[in-house]
């Protein structure tokens, strides 16, 4: 199996059943839905394919909403794509009306009141770049540092500017609701800048009564600021490197990679690397060298998840894009299998140092008595999240009566999800299990694997049995 996760955008490319069933037949293991594309009702037509698929499919598989957040966008321009040159001047207004290339607007009701003197003004992922020289009332004059031809409705990015716009948008709350009311597993919360934000979306959730995990989407310096208590705060964490790249030196990115695994590592997070992982491959059916060795890299710093954008969406080749990057996470995996990097510490709640401390326990166990397996039994998926997180050798086969939990299980390295009715007692479990492994081949009768349990079984918090276990014996 591919112990690292594999998330695809769902779009136009791969929205028919002919399409997604190879998709998980090839490791997809996270569809996503990208709100800043499309209408609800598209949405939830590609939903409605997926579903239909994933009804009749054994490998577990999720779904992440992917809200829109603030997008600062430019009006319109006439005509459009007139050339900026370096050194001219521009006039940004905080109003969105019909603009010209040296007078344009923005949707951006405050930009004249947040951005200062002195801010840079990035337009279209940067390839525009403008620095504001002064101010007057409602108009921001602005001289062009890199120049080309301006487009209409490009998208703005402020890397000096402490934007007062909310983190979630009234377009945003709409998703929400429409996420709650479709069942997806994950929400991603875009331009995150500190912890409260990931609150209010948690406390919206908690009010619903639904229990959608929440991930926070890294891609602002405030953000990485506020690092450590984001990851918290947080379900599950995404490097957004696309608008990271332009908010940051692009040399940093790298840099900014490790330190959001290395941090979601120690603090028992599951982490997504996405953006431009295999850019090429929205053209061609062949990647770069330098995407593989991108990805490659990524999964060497010990990433739960690796994310497809429009290469699955929108390019020609989306199956062969998900084959290609599974291929490269099972070669990548193999050599970690045999290099000895290592193991961090994980830093947990104080209510959960014994499930913990239990969980790093079971990979010495699987060392020692070379096991081929370990079996979970978890009812929220707390126990097995921290298990992942220890970087087993072998495969993590866990057990749930809630269908939902396997769902969000799909997220987590390593980590086969099984959707199976509570068991009478640890006996029975074990039946179940051997059964299962048995039946797949994963097993030979007399090879040992861990079972890690509790009693009652079924009761959430109650894990506290580590069992070796010889395969037939039962």
Not at 426 to 449: A, E, L, M
Not at 456 to 462: E, S, V
Request: hydrophobic fraction near 40%.
């Amino acid at each position: 199996m591919i112990k690292t996760k594999i998330i695809a955008t769902l779009g136009p490319s791969c929205d028919k059943k002919e399409t997604i069933k190879p998709m998980i037949d090839n490791g997809v293991d996270i569809f996503r839905l990208n709100f800043s594309h499309g209408t609800l009702d598209s949405h939830a037509q590609l939903l409605e394919n997926l579903n239909a698929v994933r009804a009749e499919h054994r490998h577990t598989t999720a779904v992440m909403g992917d809200l829109c957040g603030p997008k600062i966008r430019i009006g319109r321009i006439q005509p459009d794509g007139e050339l900026l040159e370096v050194g001219d001047e521009v006039i940004i207004i905080h109003r969105e009306e019909q603009g010209k290339v040296t007078r344009f607007g923005t949707n951006y009701e405050s930009f004249s009141k947040d951005v200062e003197v002195g801010h840079r003004v990035f337009i279209d992922d940067g390839q525009i770049a403008l620095r504001a020289i002064r101010k007057d009332g409602d108009q921001t004059v602005c001289e062009v540092l890199v120049g080309g031809p301006l487009h209409s409705r490009k998208g703005i990015n402020l890397p000096d500017t402490n934007v007062s716009i909310p983190s979630i948008t009234e377009r945003d709350w709409e998703c929400v609701d429409w996420a709650i009311q479709h069942k997806v597993e994950f929400l991603a919360l875009s331009f995150v800048r500190s912890a409260d934000e990931i609150n209010q979306l948690k406390d919206y959730l908690k009010k619903a009564e639904t229990d959608i995990k929440v991930v926070a989407k890294i891609e602002t310096p405030q953000a990485l600021t506020h690092l450590e208590s984001i990851i918290k705060a947080s379900d599950a964490v995404l490097v957004a490197r696309g608008d990271l790249g332009v908010e940051m030196d692009l040399a940093e990115v790298p840099v900014i990679q490790k330190r959001i695994t290395q941090s979601c590592r120690r603090l028992g997070k599951p982490v997504i690397v996405a953006t431009q992982m295999l850019q090429s491959m929205i053209d061609s059916p062949v990647a770069t060298r330098a995407e593989v060795s991108d990805v490659a890299n990524a999964i060497m710093d010990l990433t739960d998840a690796v994310m497809l954008s429009g290469e699955t969406s929108v390019g020609k080749y989306p199956l062969k894009a998900a084959q290609t990057i599974g291929r490269i996470a099972r070669v990548t995996e193999e050599y970690l299998h045999q290099d000895e990097h290592a193991r961090l510490t994980t830093t947990t709640k104080d209510e959960l140092i014994l499930t913990s401390a239990i969980a790093r326990s079971i990979d010495q166990i699987v060392d020692d008595i070379s096991a081929k397996l370990v079996a979970v039994w978890s009812q929220t998926g707390t126990t097995v999240r921290l298990l992942s997180k220890e970087r087993l050798n072998v495969p993590v086969l866990a057990v749930s009566s809630n269908q939902r939990t396997c769902n969000q299980m799909s997220l987590l390295y390593g980590v086969i999800p099984r959707c199976q009715p509570i068991p009478e007692d640890n006996k029975k479990f074990t039946q179940i299990v051997d059964s299962f492994i048995i039946n797949r081949k994963w097993v030979q009768d007399g090879d040992k694997i861990v079972l890690l349990t509790g009693q009652p079984i079924g009761t959430a918090g109650a894990t506290n049995a580590v069992i070796v276990h010889t395969v037939g014996d039962v």
